[in-house]
């Protein structure tokens, strides 16, 4: 016997399976597209079986099934779809769908249905998408973005930023301190002790990030066995659509993805690859690694500010260190231009005066405080 509170679930169930449907509908019948079309209306159709499921649950338990109605987010992601093209909302939908993927692992009554196993090949099949860009096909956005530096674009973004951090934080301590007129031993020292934290850390963090990354990429290689040796043709054919949405014709796409999970070694492999966008042997890299480089980077930009309390006092180790600092923070500046594209004089000058600007408020709040406590 359903109670009141499974009764609402399956209401709330019924009412986001029925958006999806008139979403997907609507994106089928767009040029925006891109191609794309037969996908969508497959998509729909699963969510509308989806549907069916509730509105039974709801007859079964003697409650009369709402009207369909699209409610207001799917009113406007369709208005803008159609206005902007697909792949305006593609980002959008890939976090509908992300969040939907896990919304039936914990309900019983999708057990055995494959209901829960179709959503979380919808958040994959959108992640992909979305990843694109835009709703072309993929062979296309390869041509056209082939100059585009992803990858190692993100890299280079990652250790600049990491010395920037060590930089930009620890140049504030420091001349936080010397406001105070502490003598250049305690800066120094209050220097090395803000390196070594921010340091420590920044690798602590990147240690987590990265090993609970990898802690989660293998859980869903182990849900992708599981659900390889259980339903091999159903995972046969979310894969077919996934080349889909990459630009393959569907007889091509069905093929495919036939030949590739015909040889049970590389089939995991292949899935894990194509649907989970992860590499089997690196699950994202070594926490190690990622920690001991975000240390090093850290440590390398923090030093800058430090090095002339190594050698100098007083005022003149202070200029110096704003001198250090500022030669070290334009060529962080013009780092990040090897990303971006953007003028090198710009970009170096903007990062000059960000940082030397947090370095001005810290020194002036030093002075203040060391002059009140000075009595």
Same mark, same amino acid.
């Not at 999708?110 to 919808?122: D, I, K, L, P, Y």
């Given at each position: 016997?359903?109670?009141?509170?499974?009764?609402?679930?399956?209401?709330?169930?019924?009412?986001?399976?029925?958006?999806?449907?008139?979403?997907?509908?609507?994106?089928?019948?767009?040029?925006? @597209?891109?191609?794309?079309?037969?996908?969508? *209306?497959?998509?729909?159709?699963?969510?509308?079986?989806?549907?069916?499921?509730?509105?039974?649950?709801?007859?079964?338990?003697?409650? !009369?099934? !709402?009207?369909?109605?699209?409610?207001?987010?799917?009113?406007?992601? #369709?208005?803008?779809?159609?206005?902007?093209?697909?792949?305006?909302?593609?980002?959008?939908?890939?976090?509908?769908? %992300?969040? @939907?993927?896990?919304?039936?692992?914990?309900?019983?009554?999708?057990?055995?249905?494959?209901?829960?196993?179709?959503?979380?090949?919808? @958040?994959?099949?959108?992640?992909?998408?979305?990843?694109?860009?835009? #709703?072309?096909?993929?062979?296309?956005? @390869?041509?056209?973005?082939?100059?585009?530096?992803?990858? +190692?674009?993100?890299?280079?973004?990652?250790?600049?930023?990491?010395?920037?951090? +060590?930089?930009?934080?620890?140049?504030?301590?420091?001349?936080?301190?010397?406001?105070?007129?502490?003598?250049? %031993?305690?800066?120094?020292?209050?220097?090395?002790?803000?390196?070594? =934290?921010?340091?420590?850390?920044?690798?602590?963090?990147?240690?987590?990030?990265?090993?609970?990354?990898?802690?989660?990429?293998?859980?869903?290689?182990?849900?992708?066995?599981?659900?390889?040796?259980?339903?091999?043709?159903?995972?046969? =054919?979310?894969?077919?659509?996934?080349?889909?949405?990459?630009?393959? !014709?569907?007889?091509?796409?069905?093929?495919? =993805?036939? *030949?590739?999970?015909?040889?049970?070694?590389? =089939?995991?492999?292949?899935?894990?690859?194509?649907?989970?966008?992860?590499?089997?042997?690196?699950?994202?890299?070594?926490?190690?690694?990622?920690?001991?480089?975000?240390?090093?980077?850290?440590?390398?930009?923090?030093?800058?500010?430090?090095? !002339?309390?190594?050698?100098?006092?007083?005022?003149?180790?202070?200029?110096?260190?704003?001198?250090?600092?500022?030669?070290?923070?334009?060529?962080?500046?013009?780092?990040?231009?090897?990303?971006?594209?953007?003028?090198?004089?710009?970009?170096?000058?903007? %990062?000059?005066?960000?940082?030397?600007?947090?370095?001005?408020?810290?020194? +002036?709040? +030093? *002075?203040?405080?060391?002059?009140?406590?000075?009595?």
């Amino acid at each position: 016997m359903a109670t009141r509170a499974d009764v609402a679930r399956y209401r709330e169930n019924l009412k986001e399976e029925r958006n999806a449907v008139i979403l997907y509908e609507k994106l089928a019948g767009l040029k925006g @597209a891109a191609g794309l079309p037969e996908l969508y *209306r497959k998509l729909a159709e699963t969510e509308r079986r989806h549907a069916l499921v509730w509105e039974r649950r709801l007859a079964e338990a003697g409650v !009369p099934v !709402p009207a369909w109605r699209a409610d207001w987010r799917t009113r406007t992601l #369709g208005w803008l779809a159609s206005r902007f093209g697909v792949g305006f909302v593609l980002p959008t939908l890939a976090g509908i769908e %992300q969040g @939907a993927s896990s919304r039936y692992d914990s309900q019983p009554e999708a057990e055995g249905t494959g209901m829960a196993r179709e959503e979380r090949s919808h @958040a994959r099949l959108f992640r992909v998408l979305s990843g694109q860009g835009s #709703g072309m096909e993929g062979s296309a956005v @390869a041509r056209v973005e082939g100059r585009h530096r992803s990858t +190692g674009g993100n890299a280079l973004r990652a250790g600049v930023l990491g010395a920037n951090d +060590g930089l930009v934080s620890v140049l504030s301590l420091v001349m936080g301190v010397a406001g105070a007129a502490m003598e250049s %031993q305690a800066i120094l020292i209050t220097g090395l002790a803000g390196m070594l =934290a921010g340091a420590i850390s920044m690798a602590m963090g990147e240690w987590l990030s990265v090993q609970s990354s990898r802690e989660l990429h293998s859980r869903q290689i182990d849900i992708e066995r599981q659900e390889l040796e259980e339903s091999p043709e159903e995972e046969k =054919a979310e894969l077919a659509l996934i080349y889909e949405s990459k630009g393959l !014709p569907p007889e091509q796409a069905r093929a495919f =993805a036939d *030949r590739l999970l015909s040889d049970p070694v590389h =089939a995991l492999d292949t899935l894990s690859r194509e649907e989970l966008g992860v590499d089997p042997d690196e699950l994202g890299g070594s926490a190690w690694v990622a920690a001991g480089t975000s240390f090093l980077l850290f440590a390398v930009g923090a030093i800058i500010p430090i090095s !002339p309390f190594f050698f100098l006092a007083g005022m003149t180790a202070v200029i110096w260190s704003c001198a250090v600092s500022s030669v070290g923070l334009f060529m962080i500046g013009a780092g990040i231009t090897l990303v971006t594209g953007r003028s090198v004089w710009a970009s170096g000058f903007r %990062q000059i005066v960000f940082g030397l600007g947090a370095a001005a408020v810290t020194y +002036g709040i +030093g *002075r203040l405080v060391g002059v009140q406590l000075g009595g």
